[in-house]
């Protein structure tokens, strides 16, 4: 390492080479790198010390030529607000990190001046030896065009790597079907007779049959449960042709598609096996003892179980199994999205199996209506952490007929909200819930409603959209929440002041992070030393995703997929939109985990989380995952000019 005399009288004291590799072996990504590379780099080094308020780059210093490491200090990356006088600090790089590699690599002046937030020292590597080290070293290369993405894949490889330790090896969600499918599955063709065809069955030990043409493409499918139905129907004639028993347009997946979407397709569809077809051709067939043989949960039969339950008391039983269920996917390094989609999908079969209870107990209504959900379960983003938030769809005539159906359809409600609070999901209280007679609407005064809270966009009516501006159907028609959602768009559309007021109010949940300390916590009371994931981490993004998503008429209400689309759409930049769909999936995987930690010890759920808890590696991407939603916050002014 050699000592910097740029600087008379601000030189760091020579560290030796030894400690300095043991230094920054505590960090991404020299962590991973080779100890001949990891020496070449502490060896190439210079050691500056910068002066709280010093200037270490800026964008009129050119073509950057050096790669450098905060070896401590703080430095602020700052650039001229977008709307205000003076600057604004984009982001924080303390202890460990470096910088600017995108610079570096594109051979261009940075972007951001990055000053020194308090007294600093950074190790210096000059270009040329950073172009070595970059050609020699995987691991700094994959982490220099990565980024944070290399990280969470560092944290996805250490709970992979518990999960084999503690669950045994099996395969993960992510795997594809076509590995794990028959290759060469079972068929006949329509004219086979039924008695061939379970002969076939029962020779090839298989539990259905695939029914194609003659290019092999699937027409139908027949399975056991169907052989149950052909035989408790009491049909005798064993020689009728297998077309006139079978499933018609069965079900199918790509090859390329994951057991994740074969299981969220099974427990969807209360189907037990999916065909696999490429290029209009039967290749495989995929069950349900296939997919799960390797796991201890069977989801589809936890789905089954919870969709015929014949008693609250099963159901409410039932809640164990999906925690164990979550733990499972948890310890195998699934993502969160799946595991919020396998939550919510769940949770909506206990909806309808208690709606359905709800209708047999209470008598049937004589109105069709449409159960609709709002907020995180209207996103398909539910935790087990969760509560109600819920309202009743229905078509009426006028407003003596909305009124007369409402008193009919209040009971059953008020009876459904309190068997759902039996099985473990809270009352609201807030009464966002079926049972407040100002949720039970018909379509015309939920479009009332939803127009007041456009036109008259008050903190209350802000508060209310976004909450009720995610919704979507678990139980009933979907035409009139359809239409209601389009009604919406077109409202939003329609109205810029309410899109700058929608903005403001997504500006206003601050991420936790701050200019002198890794996170801003609470410094008192029983959260001291605590900060909220959903709040202050999840908030953020959900917000700015929506008021993206309602100016330009995206119908979705999940957030990592309003992301997609609004890079789909080049409303965000590609870069930019896979950056915070990277960092919400880590905040909510965080909480996840927080949960199931949560559950384990018998403690009651919550989403504050004290981040000295986690380790270095955690801390960091947790750090760069809240400054993309300051960077999302950031683009929100700027866009609307707040």
Same mark, same amino acid.
């Given at each position: 390492m050699q000592i910097d005399a740029q600087h008379p009288g601000k030189v760091a004291v020579m560290q030796n080479i030894?400690?300095?590799?043991?230094?920054?072996?505590?960090?991404?990504?020299?962590?991973?790198?080779?100890?001949?590379?990891?020496?070449?780099?502490?060896?190439?080094?210079?050691?500056?010390?910068?002066?709280?308020?010093?200037?270490?780059?800026?964008?009129?210093?050119?073509?950057?030529e050096y790669f450098y490491i905060v070896k401590q200090g703080l430095v602020?990356?700052?650039?001229?607000?977008?709307?205000?006088?003076?600057?604004?600090?984009?982001?924080?790089?303390?202890?460990?990190?470096?910088?600017?590699?995108?610079?570096?690599?594109?051979?261009?002046?940075?972007?951001?001046?990055h000053l020194a937030a308090q007294d600093c020292f950074c190790l210096l590597l000059n270009k040329p030896a950073f172009i070595k080290l970059f050609t020699l070293s995987n691991p700094l290369r994959d982490f220099a065009l990565r980024g944070?993405?290399?990280? %969470?894949?560092?944290?996805?490889?250490?709970?992979?790597?518990?999960?084999?330790?503690?669950?045994?090896?099996?395969?993960?969600?992510?795997?594809?079907?076509?590995?794990?499918?028959?290759?060469?599955?079972?068929?006949?063709?329509?004219?086979?007779? %039924?008695?061939?065809?379970?002969?076939?069955?029962?020779?090839?030990?298989?539990?259905?049959?695939?029914?194609?043409?003659?290019?092999?493409?699937?027409?139908?499918?027949?399975?056991?449960?169907?052989?149950?139905?052909v035989v408790a129907d009491g049909c005798s004639d064993l020689n009728q042709p297998i077309a006139q028993l079978m499933t018609q347009q069965p079900f199918a997946l790509s090859p390329q598609a994951s057991a994740f979407d074969a299981a969220m397709a099974m427990t969807e569809r209360h189907?037990?096996?999916?065909?696999?077809?490429?290029?209009?051709?039967?290749?495989?067939?995929?069950?349900?003892?296939? %997919?799960?043989?390797?796991?201890?949960?069977?989801?589809?039969?936890?789905?089954?179980?919870?969709?015929?339950?014949?008693?609250?008391?099963t159901l409410a039983a039932l809640r164990s199994d999906i925690q164990q269920l979550v733990d499972h996917m948890l310890a195998h390094g699934a993502s969160s999205t799946q595991i919020t989609q396998l939550i919510t999908q769940l949770n909506d079969h206990t909806v309808c199996r208690v709606i359905e209870l709800g209708i047999e107990a209470l008598g049937d209504p004589g109105v069709p209506f449409t159960w609709l959900c709002f907020g995180s379960e209207g996103r398909r983003e539910q935790t087990l952490y969760t509560d109600q938030d819920n309202g009743i769809l229905f078509d009426a005539a006028d407003a003596a007929d909305a009124a007369a159906i409402r008193g009919r359809l209040l009971p059953l409600a008020a009876h459904i909200n309190q068997a759902l609070a039996e099985c473990g999901f809270s009352l609201c209280k807030g009464q966002i819930m079926a049972s407040n007679p100002e949720l039970c609407l018909s379509r015309s005064e939920w479009s009332r409603r939803f127009s007041g809270f456009v036109r008259e966009a008050t903190p209350e009516n802000l508060l209310a959209s976004s909450i009720y501006f995610d919704l979507r159907v678990v139980w009933g028609s979907e035409d009139g929440c359809r239409q209601l959602q389009q009604e919406l768009l077109d409202l939003v559309a329609d109205s810029p002041l309410f899109q700058r007021m929608l903005a403001d109010n997504a500006l206003r949940q601050k991420p936790p992070v701050g200019r002198l300390r890794d996170f801003v916590v609470a410094r008192k009371g029983a959260e001291k030393d605590t900060l909220d994931l959903k709040v202050q981490g999840l908030t953020p993004f959900v917000d700015g995703a929506r008021l993206l998503a309602l100016a330009n008429g995206i119908t979705v209400s999940n957030t990592p997929e309003r992301l997609r689309l609004l890079v789909e759409q080049e409303v965000i930049d590609a870069q930019d939109g896979a950056a915070y769909a990277e960092a919400y999936h880590f905040i909510q995987q965080t909480r996840l985990q927080q949960h199931q930690l949560q559950s384990r010890g018998g403690l009651p759920f919550s989403n504050r989380l004290d981040p000295d808890s986690l380790n270095q590696l955690d801390r960091r991407i947790l750090r760069e995952s809240f400054r993309q939603a300051q960077r999302l916050q950031s683009s929100l002014a700027l866009r609307y000019q707040l």
């Amino acid at each position: 390492m050699q000592i910097d005399a740029q600087h008379p009288g601000k030189v760091a004291v020579m560290q030796n080479i030894h400690g300095t590799m043991e230094f920054l072996r505590k960090y991404p990504p020299f962590n991973q790198m080779e100890s001949a590379h990891l020496a070449f780099l502490v060896e190439n080094c210079q050691l500056r010390f910068y002066a709280t308020g010093d200037s270490i780059i800026k964008p009129d210093d050119g073509p950057i030529e050096y790669f450098y490491i905060v070896k401590q200090g703080l430095v602020h990356g700052e650039r001229p607000h977008s709307s205000k006088d003076g600057k604004e600090t984009t982001f924080e790089i303390t202890t460990g990190e470096c910088f600017p590699l995108a610079a570096l690599i594109g051979e261009r002046a940075t972007r951001t001046e990055h000053l020194a937030a308090q007294d600093c020292f950074c190790l210096l590597l000059n270009k040329p030896a950073f172009i070595k080290l970059f050609t020699l070293s995987n691991p700094l290369r994959d982490f220099a065009l990565r980024g944070v993405s290399s990280l %969470l894949d560092q944290v996805n490889q250490q709970v992979q790597l518990h999960a084999t330790q503690t669950l045994g090896a099996q395969y993960s969600l992510e795997a594809r079907l076509g590995e794990l499918a028959m290759q060469q599955p079972v068929s006949c063709r329509p004219q086979t007779p %039924l008695r061939e065809a379970v002969r076939l069955m029962h020779e090839q030990h298989v539990g259905s049959m695939v029914i194609t043409d003659e290019q092999l493409k699937p027409l139908g499918i027949f399975t056991l449960r169907d052989l149950r139905r052909v035989v408790a129907d009491g049909c005798s004639d064993l020689n009728q042709p297998i077309a006139q028993l079978m499933t018609q347009q069965p079900f199918a997946l790509s090859p390329q598609a994951s057991a994740f979407d074969a299981a969220m397709a099974m427990t969807e569809r209360h189907i037990a096996h999916v065909c696999l077809v490429e290029h209009g051709r039967l290749c495989g067939v995929i069950s349900e003892r296939d %997919l799960f043989s390797l796991q201890r949960v069977d989801l589809v039969h936890l789905a089954r179980s919870i969709r015929h339950a014949g008693k609250l008391e099963t159901l409410a039983a039932l809640r164990s199994d999906i925690q164990q269920l979550v733990d499972h996917m948890l310890a195998h390094g699934a993502s969160s999205t799946q595991i919020t989609q396998l939550i919510t999908q769940l949770n909506d079969h206990t909806v309808c199996r208690v709606i359905e209870l709800g209708i047999e107990a209470l008598g049937d209504p004589g109105v069709p209506f449409t159960w609709l959900c709002f907020g995180s379960e209207g996103r398909r983003e539910q935790t087990l952490y969760t509560d109600q938030d819920n309202g009743i769809l229905f078509d009426a005539a006028d407003a003596a007929d909305a009124a007369a159906i409402r008193g009919r359809l209040l009971p059953l409600a008020a009876h459904i909200n309190q068997a759902l609070a039996e099985c473990g999901f809270s009352l609201c209280k807030g009464q966002i819930m079926a049972s407040n007679p100002e949720l039970c609407l018909s379509r015309s005064e939920w479009s009332r409603r939803f127009s007041g809270f456009v036109r008259e966009a008050t903190p209350e009516n802000l508060l209310a959209s976004s909450i009720y501006f995610d919704l979507r159907v678990v139980w009933g028609s979907e035409d009139g929440c359809r239409q209601l959602q389009q009604e919406l768009l077109d409202l939003v559309a329609d109205s810029p002041l309410f899109q700058r007021m929608l903005a403001d109010n997504a500006l206003r949940q601050k991420p936790p992070v701050g200019r002198l300390r890794d996170f801003v916590v609470a410094r008192k009371g029983a959260e001291k030393d605590t900060l909220d994931l959903k709040v202050q981490g999840l908030t953020p993004f959900v917000d700015g995703a929506r008021l993206l998503a309602l100016a330009n008429g995206i119908t979705v209400s999940n957030t990592p997929e309003r992301l997609r689309l609004l890079v789909e759409q080049e409303v965000i930049d590609a870069q930019d939109g896979a950056a915070y769909a990277e960092a919400y999936h880590f905040i909510q995987q965080t909480r996840l985990q927080q949960h199931q930690l949560q559950s384990r010890g018998g403690l009651p759920f919550s989403n504050r989380l004290d981040p000295d808890s986690l380790n270095q590696l955690d801390r960091r991407i947790l750090r760069e995952s809240f400054r993309q939603a300051q960077r999302l916050q950031s683009s929100l002014a700027l866009r609307y000019q707040l």
